[in-house]
């Protein structure tokens, strides 16, 4: 949960929204190995990591205003926490992306021709 907030709420949560439902279309895959299922995987996955780096833009951009307003007083543990909050995203966005990918991997293997 502390991971969520430092991210940013609305990333962090849209983000764990679609890594769940990577893991239940994986999970589908596996059961069910239907062709939507598999563009829809691969769709969901991509676009949890283009959000993912969507929201480190977003988040890099508000660090930079941060440190503009202090008028040459930067902080490194500002700096710091302004990196860590940009860079969450983009971490669990990969993390979706490359689940979503191995689950196409492992349903592509087991699909029977």
Do not use: C, Y
């Amino acid at each position: 949960m502390h991971l969520i907030n430092e991210g940013g709420p609305f990333f962090m949560t849209s983000l764990l929204i679609l890594l769940a439902l990577t893991f239940f279309l994986v999970v589908k895959g596996l059961k069910s190995n239907t062709q939507k299922n598999l563009e829809l995987l691969k769709a969901i996955s991509l676009f949890a990591l283009v959000f993912g780096f969507f929201g480190f833009i977003l988040g890099l951009i508000a660090a930079l205003d941060a440190l503009d307003s202090m008028n040459g007083d930067i902080a490194t543990p500002v700096l710091a926490g302004g990196i860590k909050r940009g860079i969450l995203p983009p971490t669990l966005g990969t993390f979706t992306f490359l689940v979503g990918r191995l689950g196409v991997i492992v349903i592509t293997w087991l699909k029977k021709q």
